[in-house]
């Protein structure tokens, strides 16, 4: 089984950031942006010895940054495998990779300890979570149910 907190944690402490766009810089992960379509947002492929994210030029700002975590994910997570991630990205589960990359998406973008002044709020809920970290409540989810 994969400790994807513990493989997250070691690139944000590698790396000093947790901006997929420059994890992904940083590791020489060749990134392009491209019109997919209104389909598909994005995908992962591992070609030879060189690894590609596409991402669909027509997301937002907040779409891409999640959409990069999640890619990002499967170059990671599922690097030995020639499968190319061709699918719309969602967040509900599409088997034991795509569950995989949307918990590293998660641990990725939600700072666990910057909770602690949340938790000292009464009444806070997923919705207020998701606003404030920028993604949708399924990712809260993934960060604390999976």
Request: some cysteine.
């Amino acid at each position: 089984m994969i400790n994807i907190h513990a493989r997250v944690k070691h690139l944000i402490q590698k790396y000093g950031t947790r901006n997929p766009a420059k994890i992904i810089a940083y590791l020489g992960i060749n990134l392009l942006y491209e019109d997919l379509g209104e389909e598909t947002k994005g995908f992962y492929i591992n070609l030879i010895t060189n690894k590609y994210i596409v991402v669909n030029s027509n997301l937002d700002e907040d779409e891409i940054r999640i959409i990069l975590a999640h890619e990002l994910g499967h170059a990671m997570l599922h690097y030995h495998k020639s499968t190319c991630y061709l699918r719309e990205y969602t967040l509900f589960p599409r088997g034991r990779t795509e569950n995989e990359a949307n918990k590293f998406a998660a641990e990725l973008l939600i700072d666990e300890k910057e909770l602690d002044e949340f938790l000292l709020l009464d009444n806070i809920c997923v919705d207020q979570l998701a606003c404030y970290y920028g993604v949708p409540k399924k990712l809260i989810e993934y960060k604390f149910n999976k």
